[in-house]
């Protein structure tokens, strides 16, 4: 009896430690739009394919998805993270132009190029609330966000697009592929904003960030109810994505809407 009211003992500091904390998970569902350039390495022959994707109606290609998120919070700090697998098939595409090692040649002819992507997301970062009220709170947050992409287009041309070198050709029909994998530091805000005295809320997030990319960044602006066991949430994302020029992504983005139920415990 003595031996379990000391194990009680040492263990009742541990679990009030452990109360301090507070967990929600959520899954979501996102149904973004596709718009970008795809830029791959030369082909045999000659000529680097830059090829146009989106946008494309929601759904329409979309054909795996896997949302969740999560947070862990103590007082002001919290960690949070954020997953999301999507894959695409048949994009509606266009080669635009390709490049003959330097010397760019536009091209008009396609006649219906496919493309299709895979990419797993992943972000992770800390965040600390600076500002809170009643109405409103305001978190600064700072972190890593990880991409990597599979991207492959099927292309068909009208007519062979020849080079300004001798023996550059670059095919009226054939198929590319390119992976690329990204670690991009972030820094941003998050928060939300009360209406009135009910139950009714925005939400927001943006983030910013460099790493791997020139740029990336993030935006969600969105309206919430609060139940007792958690909230459900419909809001509007976009994922921006920008390397240098001879990387595979260009002015790339996910954009669409998002629906998440949270649960707190």
Known sequence: MRQILILFALLSPMAAQAQDWTFSITPYLWLPNVNGTLK???QPGGGAPAVDTGPNNY???LSMALMLSGEARKGRWAVISDLIYLRFNSEKSNVHSIDFGGSTINT???AGTKSELKGVEWTIAG???????PRWTLEALGGARYFRIDAQSDWQLTTTVNGPGGGQAFPA?????????LWDGIVGVRGRVKWGDG???SPYYLDVGTGSSELTWQTLFGIGYGFKWGDIVLAYRTLFYDQSDDKLLQDFRFSGTTLGATFRF
């Open 40 to 42: 791959y390495e030369p």
């Open 59 to 61: 759904l329409e290609n």
């Open 108 to 110: 008009s002819a396609d």
């Open 127 to 133: 965040s600390y609330t600076a500002l809170q009220s």
């Open 173 to 181: 029909g054939g198929g590319v592929s390119r992976r690329t994998e």
């Open 199 to 201: 139950r009714w809320f």
